[in-house]
């Protein structure tokens, strides 16, 4: 199997997609394989996968999103690596993701929680809450993809692997400056340490064999100390580390005396709700989110009201 799951890795690479993805892709197509007696996937289809998908519905009690990652990986290895385009798989049992109102932070908690923040995790907080970004695409985000001629940034490879710009705020157009010198300085460090390269997708890296060595791929947000890259073996400054991320900003939440359930992704929840509430319509939010379907946005008008304004309890009036 092993021998097979190589080819896996090799495509996955060839249609660039992330590590997080090549890791999640072949756990799940090597899971597939085992629950078959480690039968080859040429020998299965249809049959095999509705069963799969739905025993990871009715035996394992998995999430609605760990369900469709699963049967994403599938439909990977089929249309990609094999070749053969299975349509639509009939008999699915899909595990009901309940519909959510996301929490979100008003105005003055985010203030309260960015008080909590400093350096370049506030930079990187201030980043998601002002531009609307997932965690990842910050902590992806290069040197190039900023653009302050136009005042804006560059995301590449979002959810759904599409590529947008948003806007980047005049506020942060000065820390952002400082924090490209910063990295400059580590960057021309490591080169005269005999370092200085960056991880970049492979079909970039044959395309520009010297770009990993060039300061415009380095990341915005580089880790304080050096590793080793898992597939090229090469020592390299990699991205700050989501968790690092992460258990910093609960701790500010918990500091700043707020009691919601707030996690890093709750800046971009709130920062498509204050967008709605200063009048911004759900076409322009969905576009700057990066939506595909304008019905996802359609959830932040469940948190206000078009006015703005929230309904007044009648308990209020009595």
Known sequence: ??????????????????????????????????????????????????????????????SASTQNQALSALVFL?????????????????????????????????????????????????LMYGCGLRLLE????????????????LIHQGKGFKDRRVPLPDSLIHPLKEQLNRVKIIHETDKQNGYGTVFI????????????HDFRWQYLFPQSDLSQDPVTGLIQRHHLLPSTFQRLFLNAVLNAGITKRASPHTLR????????????????????????DVRTTMIYTHIIQTSGKMVRSPLDTI
């Open 78 to 126: 089929y249309r990609h690596v094999l070749g053969r385009d299975l349509g639509q798989i009939q008999g699915l049992n899909y595990v009901k993701r309940p519909p959510k109102i996301p929490a979100v932070l008003s105005r003055d908690e985010v203030k309260r929680v960015l008080a909590f923040l400093s350096g370049e995790n506030s930079l990187l907080a201030r």
């Open 1 to 62: 199997m092993s021998g097979f799951l190589d080819t896996v890795r090799q495509t996955i690479r060839v249609q660039q997609l992330s590590r997080r993805t090549e890791k999640s892709y072949l756990k799940w197509i090597g899971n597939y394989i085992r629950f078959n007696d480690l039968r080859h996937p040429n020998e299965m289809g249809s049959a095999e996968i509705r069963n799969y998908i739905n025993f990871l519905a009715d035996q394992q009690a998995v």
């Open 201 to 212: 997708p492979d079909a970039l890296a044959r395309r520009f064999p010297n770009g990993n």
């Open 269 to 292: 929840h709130s920062f498509a709700t204050h967008l709605l509430e200063m009048g911004y319509d759900i076409r322009t939010v969905q576009d700057v989110l990066g939506h595909q």
């Open 138 to 153: 910050g902590l992806r985000l290069r040197i190039m993809d900023l653009d302050f001629e136009n005042h804006s940034i």
